[in-house]
């Protein structure tokens, strides 16, 4: 682990890193975690016969939107001119569950790790909103950045 945190000063006060003097550069973040629900809930999701409609459509829409408003969640996070966010799903029986993955692209002065971890976060969240009404059980696992690229920091790849 490489030295200070950025988000506070010599005080130790929370404050907003100023990027202004960083290069603009592309940049891209992947995020990934599943949901592991009753074999049940895997079937009504596969099936599309969820009683709210399409679950995987509306999660996803959910994670995109989820990426566009981060600096509205996170508050010491810049607003990005994010310019790709996709959210795609893998469907798993031996979970039972779906495997998520989000990734978010701008060209700027810092990366979009917190809006992929925030897609693939909400669309898991839109998952068990929506079919919490058969199955109460249902968890959100190991959400975390596989990939990272552009900037001063280079390219990370989780192993």
């Given at each position: ?26 940049r891209i973040a992947v995020a990934r ?127």
């Open positions: 682990m490489a030295g200070k945190l950025s988000h506070f000063d010599a005080k130790g006060d929370a404050h907003m890193v100023d990027v202004g003097a960083k290069p603009v550069t592309d975690c599943h949901i592991a629900m009753q074999p049940e809930t895997f079937e009504i999701i596969a099936q599309g016969h969820a009683k709210k409609g399409d679950v995987l459509g509306a999660a996803r829409l959910a994670g995109i939107m989820a990426a566009k408003r981060t600096s509205d969640l996170i508050p010491l996070c810049h607003p990005l001119p994010i310019t790709k966010v996709s959210v795609d799903f893998e469907a798993d029986p031996d979970l039972p569950g779906y495997r998520i993955e989000a990734t978010v692209k701008t060209t700027g002065q810092t990366g979009v790790e917190m809006e992929a971890l925030t897609a693939a976060s909400v669309t898991a969240l839109t998952v068990y909103d929506m079919t919490k009404a058969v199955d109460k059980s249902m968890q959100i696992r190991d959400l975390r950045v596989v990939l990272k690229d552009g900037g001063k920091s280079g390219r990370f790849e989780a192993p």
